[in-house]
């Protein structure tokens, strides 16, 4: 079960050489991006909290979480990546195990995944092929299998393309919601996936165990929801400094992560009473939705909203990238096997807004989400995210642009790549948009 | 009051200086390497031409995409910014304006104040932009300016599915193998252009004041299409290519005069 394929199905043969050299420049380039966002963001608030050095410092892909991780590996946990969020973290950190997400936010990786897979497909998809192709990222070499949920098109064969490395773990999760066997059906995947993480880890995932879990879930999602209300006010911290926090927790340690974000939350608490905002009050406040955007490369967008001439503040977002990772608790009744193992599901399926769903009232959840988030945070435009080859996203863009057109809200439909060369062009748009926005609340 | 608008754009960069409220003159020069050069030399001909220096100007206002490499700016606005105020001040019943340029298309809806309230721009691709009837008319070896003339003589339609410059240059050679007179090919780029363009002015909700402005607002073979595709007639001022600098000019105008308050 360990060993890798004998024959690859899908990925072409690349000698040690080439991964080396390719590897060395790629990450090279990756921690200057790193740096460079780090730095702008510093820049963008000269009075940025005390507590966001620490997010800094876990988000250097290649820094000190994968060096804990590595001596946590070297003691004999397991480590299990995961390329979508309905993967049931607190499965896996009932065994014992470190739960982590792969995806890759590289640019440079793209490239190398066209070697497999045409240009139309997803760069999301595209850039963590090429990832793996040249062991770029830690998380991903470190896992030790790969929970591969098919939700897209992308995601499903990308599990499929990896399997020429990893163990991989299909979760098969249904396209409509509300039936009964639906849920029936997923609950069934979560409890073979429990077993499926047992046997391979060795441990027992305990009812006590479970609890644990569950309840650190619930802790970290209590300060994340703490953070997410700091940023219903007048803005006390930067949309960019907020999303690195939110997305930090895809690889970090969940409950120093979840100290670190109540200490977070304390100063931010401190600066409101001062009044001390990180820009005028009057700033538009932005919500993106959209594909997800991995750190670091995708930090395009944030940063020409929040750099822009006139200037956009981001208050929220909807993205599994994002608030989605911590949004829901697990709501459990009964501290039953059972019944945790039925709220995991619960949690995982019901409150997914992912555009995979759809249902008699096409996929009511995100639309809902969308529209609560615009009132109780609001929000005054919405910036649609889609990079080429997402289909899902592209396809309810419509539907969503219907939605926010009846509460009046403006929403620009911003496609992009994994590159760099159109930011120039981005900028143009997002600052038209953004003069758009101030030009309405002057009026 | 005297104000001035710059268009730095790909091609060209045009400057309009506006006297209290009316156009008084224009100019332009290609942006070539030097974008800053090329703009200080579109205002410099457009002052000369009003009798004005630059000390007599109040506000410099940059648009376009190399507005941050503007002399002289006391602001910028952006380009959909620029085209809704422009084609509000030239056609006041105007509430889509559809500007295509040599690189980029956009339409944008605005209000009776000239104020954006939507826009679109093409996506990431010259194949509804100037520069693919460029391309087209090299295939042809027709001149540019001529091939609008011949797409009006066409008598009938072939039509071509243009996704991207490229893929449409190897449509047209197929229509050139399959001996398709120089005319119906002509139409069939501009058909294809125009195809793209009122998609993009549909998402946006057809309205029926259109207004297009950009050096392609100038090509009869693309407005003959266009208004088929709209089934509708836009109206076009008489200097389609200086709506941009113009639209900062306007700009510039009320930002000095908001100034003065």
Known sequence: ?????????????????????????????????????????KKADPKRPEAMKYFDEISNLFGKRQEEIAAEKAKGKKVIGYMCLFAPTELILAADAIPVRVNSGWYDTSKLGDRVVPVEVCPVIR???????????????????????????????????????????????????????????????IKQMKNQIETFTGNKITRNKLKEAIELSHRATKAFRRLQELRKGSPVIMGRD?????????????????????????????????????????????????????????????????????????????????????????????????????????????ASTCPCFTSKDGNEDRINWLLNKVKDWKVQGVVYYVVRGCMLYAMEYTRVKKALDKINVPVYYLDTEYTREDVGQMKTRVEAFLEMLTARVDM | MITVGMDLGTQRVKAVVLKDGAVASRGQALSSFDPTKAAEQAVEEALKAAGLKLSDVSYFAATGSAMDMAPYANGTVSMMGADAKAGVYLFPKARTIVDVGAEEARAVK???????????????????????IEAMARALEVKLEDLGQLALKAERASPINASCVIFGESDVVSLIHRQESKPEIARAVFDAMADRISSMVHRLGVNPDVVLVGG????????DSLNRKLGLTVSIPQYPDYAGALGAALTAASRAKGAQK
């Open chain 2, 216 to 223: 392609v607002a100038k090509d009869v073979g693309f407005i």
């Open chain 1, 127 to 189: 850039s963590t092929i090429g990832a793996k192709m040249i062991e770029l990222s830690p998380f991903m070499e470190q896992s030790d299998a790969l929970i591969s949920v098919l939700t897209c098109d992308g995601m499903t064969k990308l599990g499929e393309i990896l399997s020429d490395y990893k163990t991989i773990w299909g979760m098969n999760v249904p396209r409509i919601k509300d039936s009964t066997q639906s849920l029936r059906f997923w609950n069934d995947e």
């Open chain 2, 110 to 132: 605005c209000n009776e104040k000239g104020i954006m309230v939507d826009f679109v721009v093409n996506e990431r691709c010259a194949a509804g932009a100037g520069a693919f």
């Open chain 1, 242 to 350: 907020a999303m690195l926090v939110n997305q930090t927790f895809l690889w970090d340690d969940k409950l120093r992560w979840t100290q670190k974000t109540e200490a977070l939350c304390d100063e931010l608490e401190k600066r409101a009473q001062r009044k001390d905002w990180v820009c005028s009050p009057d700033t538009p406040r932005v919500m993106i939705t959209g594909t997800p955007m991995f750190w670091p490369d995708n930090w395009k967008l944030p940063t020409l909203v929040e750099e822009s001439n006139p200037q956009g503040i981001i208050v929220a977002d909807e993205q599994c990238s994002g608030e989605r990772i911590l949004n829901d608790p697990v709501g459990v009744d009964e501290w039953s096997m059972d019944d945790m193992l039925n709220a995991i599901g619960e949690r995982y399926l019901m």
């Open chain 1, 1 to 41: 079960m360990m060993n890798e394929p004998v024959e690859k199905r899908y990925m072409p043969e690349v000698s040690r050489k080439e991964i080396d050299e390719l590897k060395t420049t790629m990450k090279a380039a990756s921690q200057k991006v790193m740096a460079e966002n780090i730095e702008r963001m």
